[in-house]
């Protein structure tokens, strides 16, 4: 459970991630900031290309130097200010403190080494454990993650396993070293619904377990009502709206999540002549990340769009307990039923 009373585990202020190209630079993550106490599963939801996976790389230091860097802001790890860390240190927090469940496992995972090979390798780097030691704690974890026999399945190799399998065993490997913090980066793309049900609750199950920290990444946002109790909306590299989920759900206050919501497939949709009403969707494209934009970055897709909007960004601001949103027309935009 949320320790409330608890000072958060992490703290990410004003985070900036830049990607360098022949384009221009690419402002990926403009000014986003949150906290996440521990015990906390923390939401992070958007469209494809608002920032999401860039600012779960940008915690890890991960963005490769090559393309891009964190260009301002802090983050900060039990009080601890990571972006000025060297690169053993990071390493030293990686996979031990700090782990991250990557999109598609196949890809994540090294298809010439065994499953079991993978988890003992990380455990005997952070924990010092002997190799006996270590592989009895990979077996452990297969186990934990309820796959099947995990004494065969420790010498089998990445494509020998399903996708739900690998996915259990990329959260195995996330959580073989006990982390604080657990980074869901898409825990449940590509696979059916049946297995991404049995994947949320295996990470809801070692949450309470372990006291774990998570931050869940996903476009989904029947999985932010399942798993998160705090939520975030970005859109084109900002944050604009967090709220407590269940507050969120109710009373959403940004047209961006708004359409968002608006867009999900619902069973109890009223009937039209007999028919179900064709889904919503957002009209236009996100903006270039290249250039500045003078107003706000979602005005040209948006119903509530004004003059001020257009020519002014809309800071983020406490519109109601525990609420943020980042809008000028947040009264036009409550007076409009969700239905």
Not at 12 to 38: I, K, Q
Not at 236 to 261: Q, S
Request: glycine share 8%; net charge negative.
């Amino acid at each position: 459970m949320t320790d409330q009373l608890a000072p958060p585990i992490l703290e990410v202020e004003d985070l900036r991630t830049h990607f360098f190209t022949r384009d221009g630079v690419v402002r990926a993550v403009n000014g986003v900031s949150f906290s996440l106490r521990p015990g906390e599963t923390l939401g992070i939801v958007g469209e494809s290309g608002c920032g999401k996976s860039v600012t779960a790389l940008s915690i890890l230091r991960l963005i490769p130097r090559d393309l891009g860097r964190v260009v301002g802001g802090s983050i900060r790890f039990e009080g601890r200010e990571l972006t000025g860390l060297d690169e053993q240190e990071m390493r030293g927090l990686r996979g031990h403190r700090i782990s991250m469940i990557f999109q598609e496992p196949m890809t994540s995972l090294n298809p010439v080494l065994t499953i079991g090979l993978q988890i003992a390798e990380n455990v005997q780097r952070h924990l010092g454990l002997s190799k006996k030691a270590a592989w009895d704690r990979a077996v452990e974890m297969l186990s934990l993650v309820k796959i099947a026999d995990p004494h065969r399945r420790v010498h089998e190799y990445p494509h020998q396993l399903s996708g739900g399998m690998r996915q259990r065993v990329m959260i195995a490997m996330a959580l073989s070293c006990d982390p604080q913090i657990l980074i869901a980066d898409e825990p449940t793309t590509a696979l059916d619904v049946t297995i991404q049900a049995q994947i949320l609750d295996l990470m809801l199950e070692l949450k309470e377990k372990l006291g774990t920290a998570i931050i869940m990444i996903t476009h989904d946002l029947g999985v932010v009502a399942e798993t998160c109790q705090q939520v975030i909306v970005m859109y084109a590299g900002r944050k604009v709206e967090e709220a407590p989920v269940e507050e969120l759900f109710d009373r959403p206050m940004h047209p961006y999540t708004r359409g968002l919501m608006a867009a999900v497939p619902r069973l109890d949709g009223r009937l039209e002549g007999g028919v179900r009403p064709r889904l919503q969707e957002i009209p236009g494209i996100v903006p270039s990340l290249t250039a500045p934009l003078p107003g706000c970055p979602f005005e040209p897709r948006c119903a509530f769009s004004t003059e001020q909007c257009a020519r002014h960004m809309p800071p983020l601001e406490r519109r109601g307990a525990a609420h943020d949103a980042a809008c000028f027309e947040v009264d036009r935009v409550l007076e409009k039923s969700l239905v």
